[in-house]
């Protein structure tokens, strides 16, 4: 199946323009700033459901519902646990939470119009899943460390995508395009281990995947190694569907670019 370029950017800068008419509100734009949105997120169900032979409506309804359902958990994991020092961060704060539940509320009504049953299945089986799988920091303060628990937790954001791919019978998509996104996040969050006071949850599993402890740079170390071997299971697990195989390998090139990481570069170029 051929798709052309021109009609897929044209589809995805609509998607992009009814994201934001849906979640616009004038009072909450006074005290929070746009959310962004994954363009790969996007590219990549755009893609799927293209080869799966979707129509425009359920491609543009279902890919706003997994839009919302993504910035909804993305707002609230960024409600800060700190104390309020004044009126002003109480209530963005409570805006946040706030926010994030409405976005949560508009994916329903997307799904509701396409009618798809086992679609609405999917995306609740898939929240409900991504919501326990967020309680394990909590769990883990209680109990040892459980790495295949800790492994789920990295994945986390993947889960409603992937579930998406199985739903439309890309079963095999689902793994590659999972370590995508896992290593999109480790790339943030290796950028920010400066930042960190003290050991951050995704470090203490990454430590204990990988068996090892130490100082601030045997974590860099680490961190290096598990997006390494992200990089390798992306490569080894490429459908050969081209238009997706040459995206992904594109991306994960040039994500590893902007993060200076040349010498991965250069042993797949």
Known sequence: MTISLDQMNED??????DFYE???????????????????????????????????????????????VDTALTVHDNVGLEDCIDERTRKERQLIVLTGDYYSSL?????????????????????????????????ERENAADPFKGKKYLYRHTVLTANIL????????????????????????????????????ITAILKEIYGKQGSESDTSMIYSEAIEDLRSGIEDG???WLPLRQFIRSRVRQLLEENFYQDFVAEEG
């Open 166 to 201: 199985k739903h439309l019978k890309l079963d095999k998509w689902a793994g590659p395009i999972s370590g995508f996104f896992c290593l999109k996040n480790l790339l943030t969050d290796k950028k920010q281990l400066p930042d960190y006071t003290g050991e951050c949850f």
């Open 12 to 17: 995805i800068r609509k998607i992009e323009r």
């Open 107 to 139: 994916y329903y009504y997307f799904l509701a119009k396409l009618g798809d049953i086992s679609l609405m299945q999917v995306f609740s089986r898939s929240i409900q899943e991504i919501n326990e799988i967020k309680m394990l920091p909590y769990e």
């Open 238 to 240: 490429l459908p050969d």
């Open 22 to 68: 849906v979640i616009h509100h004038p009072y909450v734009s006074r005290y929070l700033d746009k959310p962004d949105i994954d363009n790969d997120l996007i590219k990549i169900l755009y893609y799927a459901m293209k080869k799966r032979g979707c129509s425009p409506k359920y491609i543009n309804h279902a890919i706003l519902a997994c839009l919302l």
